[in-house]
Nanobody
Framework: QVPLVESGGGLVQAGGSLRVSCAASGLVFINYAMGWFRQAPGKEREFVAA????????NYADFVKGRFTISRDNAKNMVYLQMNSLKPEDTAVYYCAAALLNWRPRVGSVYDYWGQGTQVTVSS
Protein backbone atom coordinates (compact mmCIF):
# COMPACT_ATOMS: atom_id res chain seq x y z
CA GLN A 1 0.00 0.00 0.00
CA VAL A 2 1.32 3.40 -1.01
CA PRO A 3 1.39 5.56 2.11
CA LEU A 4 0.89 8.83 0.22
CA VAL A 5 -1.65 9.49 -2.50
CA GLU A 6 -1.98 12.86 -4.22
CA SER A 7 -5.10 14.19 -5.88
CA GLY A 8 -6.53 17.41 -7.21
CA GLY A 9 -4.27 18.11 -10.14
CA GLY A 10 -5.63 19.23 -13.47
CA LEU A 11 -5.67 21.89 -16.15
CA VAL A 12 -6.11 25.54 -15.20
CA GLN A 13 -5.62 28.84 -16.99
CA ALA A 14 -2.88 31.21 -16.01
CA GLY A 15 -3.94 33.34 -13.09
CA GLY A 16 -6.23 30.64 -11.79
CA SER A 17 -6.14 28.54 -8.65
CA LEU A 18 -5.91 24.88 -7.83
CA ARG A 19 -5.63 22.89 -4.63
CA VAL A 20 -3.77 19.61 -4.56
CA SER A 21 -4.18 17.20 -1.68
CA CYS A 22 -2.20 14.34 -0.24
CA ALA A 23 -3.72 11.58 1.83
CA ALA A 24 -1.46 9.63 4.15
CA SER A 25 -2.17 6.17 5.43
CA GLY A 26 -0.29 3.66 7.53
CA LEU A 27 1.82 6.41 9.10
CA VAL A 28 1.79 8.10 12.48
CA PHE A 29 1.08 11.26 10.54
CA ILE A 30 1.76 13.73 13.32
CA ASN A 31 5.38 12.52 13.45
CA TYR A 32 6.05 13.49 9.86
CA ALA A 33 7.07 16.72 8.25
CA MET A 34 5.30 16.95 4.92
CA GLY A 35 6.69 18.46 1.78
CA TRP A 36 5.60 19.24 -1.75
CA PHE A 37 8.03 18.94 -4.64
CA ARG A 38 7.52 19.25 -8.35
CA GLN A 39 9.16 18.10 -11.53
CA ALA A 40 8.62 19.62 -14.93
CA PRO A 41 9.51 17.76 -18.14
CA GLY A 42 13.24 17.83 -18.75
CA LYS A 43 13.95 19.44 -15.41
CA GLU A 44 15.12 18.21 -12.05
CA ARG A 45 12.76 17.80 -9.14
CA GLU A 46 12.53 20.95 -7.05
CA PHE A 47 11.27 21.84 -3.62
CA VAL A 48 8.01 23.78 -3.40
CA ALA A 49 6.84 23.93 0.22
CA ALA A 50 6.95 22.04 3.49
CA UNK A 51 5.18 22.02 6.82
CA UNK A 52 6.40 20.73 10.13
CA UNK A 53 4.60 17.97 12.03
CA UNK A 54 2.76 20.37 14.31
CA UNK A 55 1.78 22.63 11.43
CA UNK A 56 3.26 25.67 13.12
CA UNK A 57 6.29 26.02 10.86
CA UNK A 58 6.32 26.24 7.09
CA ASN A 59 8.95 26.77 4.44
CA TYR A 60 8.48 27.90 0.85
CA ALA A 61 10.57 28.12 -2.27
CA ASP A 62 11.09 31.74 -3.26
CA PHE A 63 9.23 31.29 -6.52
CA VAL A 64 5.96 30.39 -4.74
CA LYS A 65 6.01 32.78 -1.81
CA GLY A 66 2.82 34.76 -1.66
CA ARG A 67 1.10 32.49 -4.17
CA PHE A 68 1.07 29.01 -2.62
CA THR A 69 0.00 27.94 0.86
CA ILE A 70 0.73 24.60 2.47
CA SER A 71 -1.48 23.32 5.26
CA ARG A 72 -2.21 20.07 7.04
CA ASP A 73 -5.03 18.46 8.93
CA ASN A 74 -3.57 16.00 11.40
CA ALA A 75 -7.00 14.67 12.32
CA LYS A 76 -7.57 13.63 8.70
CA ASN A 77 -3.98 12.68 7.81
CA MET A 78 -4.09 15.18 4.97
CA VAL A 79 -1.75 17.82 3.60
CA TYR A 80 -2.79 20.45 1.09
CA LEU A 81 -1.15 22.85 -1.30
CA GLN A 82 -3.32 25.79 -2.29
CA MET A 83 -1.95 27.33 -5.45
CA ASN A 84 -3.09 30.79 -6.53
CA SER A 85 -1.99 33.09 -9.35
CA LEU A 86 -0.74 30.11 -11.27
CA LYS A 87 1.73 30.63 -14.09
CA PRO A 88 2.54 28.40 -17.07
CA GLU A 89 5.94 27.75 -15.50
CA ASP A 90 4.15 26.08 -12.57
CA THR A 91 3.27 23.21 -14.90
CA ALA A 92 4.73 20.04 -13.44
CA VAL A 93 3.99 16.81 -11.67
CA TYR A 94 3.53 17.63 -8.00
CA TYR A 95 4.64 15.12 -5.41
CA CYS A 96 4.03 15.02 -1.70
CA ALA A 97 6.59 13.50 0.60
CA ALA A 98 6.88 12.60 4.29
CA ALA A 99 9.92 12.89 6.55
CA LEU A 100 9.94 11.23 9.97
CA LEU A 101 10.84 13.83 12.62
CA ASN A 102 13.37 15.42 10.30
CA TRP A 103 13.15 19.11 9.47
CA ARG A 104 15.40 19.79 6.54
CA PRO A 105 12.51 20.69 4.30
CA ARG A 106 14.36 21.42 1.07
CA VAL A 107 16.45 18.25 1.08
CA GLY A 108 14.72 15.54 -0.89
CA SER A 109 16.84 12.74 0.49
CA VAL A 110 15.51 13.16 4.04
CA TYR A 111 11.99 12.24 2.98
CA ASP A 112 11.05 8.65 3.72
CA TYR A 113 7.96 8.31 1.57
CA TRP A 114 6.82 9.79 -1.73
CA GLY A 115 3.51 9.79 -3.51
CA GLN A 116 3.00 8.92 -7.14
CA GLY A 117 2.42 12.53 -8.16
CA THR A 118 -0.39 14.54 -9.65
CA GLN A 119 -0.15 16.53 -12.88
CA VAL A 120 -0.76 20.25 -12.79
CA THR A 121 -0.94 22.01 -16.14
CA VAL A 122 -1.27 25.77 -16.44
CA SER A 123 -2.24 27.10 -19.85
CA SER A 124 -1.27 30.56 -21.03
Amino acid sequence: QVPLVESGGGLVQAGGSLRVSCAASGLVFINYAMGWFRQAPGKEREFVAAIKWSGGTTNYADFVKGRFTISRDNAKNMVYLQMNSLKPEDTAVYYCAAALLNWRPRVGSVYDYWGQGTQVTVSS
